[in-house]
């Protein structure tokens, strides 16, 4: 009797002492040495201060182009085009500071084509404007592929034909007319303009929406999984950019203004705005937007990488600056500034492929060749 | 193992890793074995599930024995991405098991055939098996006795930082200290465990230790089977009867529970020794005694590699970095484009590593300097084939080794195609790192798609 009662003493007092020290390392949580900084308190900061107000100015942007392009058919003059041409380049530049950020509702609701597809293809554009019919509702564009519709057929229609590019029309031809002359011509780029704007106000409304299951919270609460995917889409939207444009325009074969359609933006002369647009959009990502950032991850743990990457985010960044043209004719007369915005790109590709992952534990994908 | 391979065809690995790549890199002197083709090859896995029930039940003991070890080996000699440590382990185990009576008690076989049972085997069985798991413990322990494990609490750091987000033990692990803690406590561990588990005073503190360890690797590293076959290797350090003991406890219980029925009776008399022939040392002693001593050479000789050899840093030129229980210590990631040149043509290209790998592949090969080379020469074939019968292929090859700044991994101006020299992977030490990347050697070149 007396030894079941000493073993049970014993057992009371052996999990009391392991309730009390349970107890102290809950009640004691170590006190973190950046008070302000979480993996959480980070992404919900890139999600509020990045994401959001890019989609909020995408929907803008957009739903301005879509407005533009309704007055320019009600009335059709250079100026109203000029209008239209801005603020498509606008909507451009929000797209495109996204674009390293492909995923969630973007993603989900299979709109990345919409903002991101460059390769229309104009002969079935035209085919599409000269049939009288049918009528360019909602249901006829979702029947339509990625190379019809988007921010690119956009391009395609509101500026002018350059002539003599595969795939299109021979005779060069200035955009103003071909849409003053064709009432269906103008229709259909009102309705392309309309689908984006509806598209884009719907991404602005998922990333903005509150709640456990909105795309914002899901960001933020998606931990060391979110940064996998985050870490992932910068590098990958850093190897499109080195890789698709820059380094695609300097190996053209001449002459080079036979190929111009192989070179992105360059019907609107936004070919290096979209790149350099890329790479200030992962600046975004990596800085914070005065917020908290990658760069305040990376430079807990490892202050010499952060300031590696930050340097050579902004080297990258002023050399592709200083190409100063569109990359179409820098390929000709400014060929050595884009060989160093080349250089400096893939020594910041190479940092965000091996340096950045291994001082995050993050684990990288190789999506080499996989183009956008 | 049967519930890994079971895991194994459940998470697809067999698709991913053996058939969908178009190129495997082979061991030297491997290069014959290829995967069997898409079905039989998941027919494979199940057959090696099958044959690890079979080694665990005893039935048809040696030869499940054999056919396992020989299937396993196949798996893990087709491709050299595929090597895990503990995919060795486990190799080395099934290769011992064809040799060691494991199935003279409790055995199918033995309930089958009596003669075979036996109620003890030669010490120097279970003393080999020890000295299997002491071996991974005390290289694993002495390949972290080095300035990045010891004085910067790498890649501890980097991997805990990345489980932050658990709850309750999530904001510790971004605490430097804990990293620092949990490095030398893991190297200390590594070291000790086995003369702790080998002393009786000490073994059921240190038995609990090796739980506690390992299911907490378990739970903040994804590591797979490993804790779990460690684990269960270490009751090889307990005493040999404990089973037996085990049992007794059991039928002890069951009595209780059950006021004395049969089930207690039938476990009871499982645990009671049989009154059998004692096994007698092998049947040509000389033999197995030199069987046993090159077995154990090797063991200690292949890990030893790194530091007889003076070859560097394993975990940066990998040399001496396979087959030598250098467990945990390196978080490595690596970069590396292809770029090929006929000289005779002037014909120069980038060559996309995805055209012959996967990217599970590629993220391997891209921190391994002799797999950069063997697809550089299979590169090179496939060219010389395409009409470049003299093309060199180069490599820029950037790795960063836990959490330093990235440095070139193998000299840019190497033909990898060509014949081997000596200094052709860049060392750790003597490269300066600077703010600025080392710029590739050719830019740019038409990327072959």
């Not at chain 1, 008070?35 to 999600?47: D, G, H």
């Not at chain 1, 969630?104 to 609701?109: E, I, N, S, T």
């Not at chain 2, 690890?52 to 991405?81: H, K, N, P």
């Not at chain 2, 089977?225 to 269960?232: C, D, L, T």
Request: aromatic share 10%; with cysteine.
């Amino acid at each position: 009797m007396n030894r079941s009662f000493s073993l049970l003493r014993s057992a009371w007092a052996v999990a009391s002492i392991s309730l009390v020290l349970t107890a102290q390392c809950l009640s004691a949580q170590p006190a973190p040495s950046d008070k302000n900084f979480s993996r959480e308190a980070m992404l919900r900061s890139l999600a509020q201060k990045v994401i959001v107000p890019g989609y909020a100015s995408l929907a803008g942007n957009c739903r301005a182009l879509a407005d533009d392009i309704e007055q320019f058919n009600a009335t059709p003059t250079q100026d109203s085009l000029d209008r239209a041409h801005g603020h498509w380049k606008a909507a451009l530049e929000a797209a495109d500071s996204l674009r390293c950020y492909q995923t969630g509702p973007v993603a989900d609701r299979q709109f990345i084509s919409t903002f991101n597809y460059w390769q229309t293809i104009p002969s079935r554009i035209e085919g599409i404007v000269r049939k009288p019919l049918p009528a360019f509702d909602q249901a006829f564009l979702d029947n339509e592929g990625a190379t019809v519709k988007g921010l690119y057929a956009i391009e395609y229609l509101l500026f002018d034909r350059r002539g003599g590019q595969p795939g299109e029309p021979p005779e060069a031809a200035k955009a103003l007319e071909l849409l003053s002359a064709s009432p269906r011509r103008r229709e259909y780029l009102a309705a392309l303009a309309r689908d984006v704007a509806d598209k884009a106000a719907q991404l602005s409304k998922d990333w903005s929406a509150t709640g456990l299951q909105s795309a914002a919270e899901k960001f933020a609460a998606g931990g060391q999984a979110s940064l996998n995917l985050l870490v992932n889409q910068l590098t990958q939207s850093l190897e499109t950019t080195l890789q698709n444009h820059l380094n695609f325009a300097l190996a053209l074969p001449t002459p080079v203004d036979r190929q111009l359609n192989r070179i992105k933006g360059s019907r609107s002369g936004t070919s290096l705005q979209s790149v350099v647009v890329a790479l200030e959009g992962v600046d975004k990502f990596y800085r914070g937007e005065h917020g908290l950032g990658l760069h305040d991850s990376l430079n807990r743990v490892n202050p010499a990488v952060a300031t590696r990457v930050q340097d050579k985010l902004t080297a990258a960044i002023a050399a592709a600056r200083s190409i100063g043209e569109p990359l179409e004719r820098a390929v000709v007369d400014k060929r050595a500034a884009l060989e160093t915005a080349v250089k400096e790109a893939h020594d910041l590709e190479v940092l965000f492929k091996v340096d950045l992952p291994s001082a995050l534990g993050v684990t990288i994908t190789f999506t080499s060749g996989d183009g956008d | 193992m049967a519930a890994g391979m079971i895991r194994f065809l459940a998470k697809g690995w067999v698709t991913e890793i053996y058939l969908r790549p178009r190129f495997h890199f082979p061991y030297t002197g491997f290069e014959w074995i290829h995967p069997w083709p898409d079905a039989w090859m998941h027919i494979h896995f199940v057959l090696l599930s099958v044959l690890a029930l079979m080694l665990a039940v005893g039935f048809c003991y040696r030869a499940a024995a054999i056919l396992f070890s020989l299937g396993f080996a196949y798996v893990e000699l087709i491709d050299q991405t595929a090597y895990l440590n503990h995919y060795y382990l486990v190799s080395l185990f099934s290769g011992l098991l064809i040799f060691l009576p494991a199935h003279r008690a409790w055995s199918v076989d033995a309930w089958r055939k009596p003669s075979l049972e036996r109620d003890a085997v030669p010490a120097c069985v279970l003393h080999l098996l020890r000295f299997q798991i002491a071996v991974v413990y005390v290289f694993a322990g002495l390949a972290k006795l080095n300035s990045d494990w010891l004085l910067r609490a790498e890649p501890l750091r980097i991997w805990l930082a990345a489980r932050s987000d658990l709850v309750l033990a999530g904001p510790w692990l971004q605490e430097e200290w804990v990293a620092y803690a949990g490095s030398w406590f893991g190297a200390l561990y590594d070291l000790t465990i086995v003369f702790f588990l080998l002393r009786r005073r000490t073994r059921p503190a240190a038995f609990l230790a090796v739980i506690v360890f390992h299911v907490a690797t378990w739970m903040l590293f994804n590591i797979g089977m490993f804790p779990w076959i460690m684990i269960a290797s270490s009751t090889l350090f307990l005493a040999p009867d404990w089973p037996r003991r085990f049992l007794s406890a059991c039928a002890v219980i069951t009595r209780r529970l059950t006021s004395g029925g049969r089930w207690s009776h039938r476990i009871g008399a499982l645990a009671r020794p049989v009154a059998c022939p004692r096994m007698t040392v092998l049947r040509r002693p000389q033999l197995a005694a030199a069987l046993l001593v090159a077995y154990v050479a090797v063991q200690v000789l292949l890990p030893l590699r790194p530091y007889l050899l003076n070859t560097g840093y394993p975990a940066w030129s990998y040399r001496g970095f396979n087959c030598a229980w250098q467990v945990m210590v390196a978080e490595k990631t690596g970069y590396v484009e292809f770029h090929a040149r006929d000289p005779d043509t002037g014909w120069s290209a980038r060559v996309q590593a995805s055209r012959y790998v996967s990217p599970r592949q590629e993220t391997l090969m891209a921190q391994d300097p002799f797999l950069i080379r063997e697809l550089a020469r299979h590169i090179a074939q496939d060219l010389q084939a395409q009409g470049h019968p003299r093309v060199e292929v180069f490599a820029d090859a950037f790795a960063a080794l836990n959490g330093n700044p990235s440095r070139r991994l193998i000299d840019p101006n190497v033909n990898l195609a060509g014949e081997a020299s000596s200094d052709w992977i860049l060392p750790w030490v003597t490269q300066v790192t600077t703010n600025s990347v080392a710029t590739s050697r050719s830019v740019p070149t038409i990327v072959e798609k």
